[in-house]
């Protein structure tokens, strides 16, 4: 009977978590992009658009 080799056996099973963990992490940046894509008008550079209404000049300091 041969012998059973560890080491080969817990090399695979790093490279299978490996593998699994890149997966999630492309799953993640693929799912913030699409979301950055679709929630630009809210959350736009505009947010504060009109927020200093009124007053031009800066107060005198």
Same mark, same amino acid.
């Given at each position: 009977? #041969?012998? %059973? =080799?560890? /080491?080969? !056996?817990?090399? /695979?099973?790093? @490279?299978?978590?490996?593998?699994?963990?890149? !997966?999630?992490? /492309? #799953?993640? @940046? +693929? #799912?913030?992009?699409?979301?950055? *894509?679709? &929630? =630009?008008?809210? =959350? *736009?550079?505009?947010? &504060?658009?009109?927020? &200093?209404? *009124?007053?031009? &000049? %800066? %107060?005198? +300091?």
């Amino acid at each position: 009977m #041969a012998k %059973p =080799n560890y /080491q080969f !056996e817990k090399r /695979q099973r790093d @490279l299978a978590k490996k593998r699994k963990q890149d !997966e999630k992490r /492309q #799953a993640k @940046l +693929a #799912a913030k992009a699409a979301g950055d *894509g679709s &929630n =630009n008008d809210q =959350n *736009g550079p505009d947010d &504060n658009a009109g927020a &200093n209404t *009124g007053d031009t &000049n %800066p %107060p005198n +300091a």
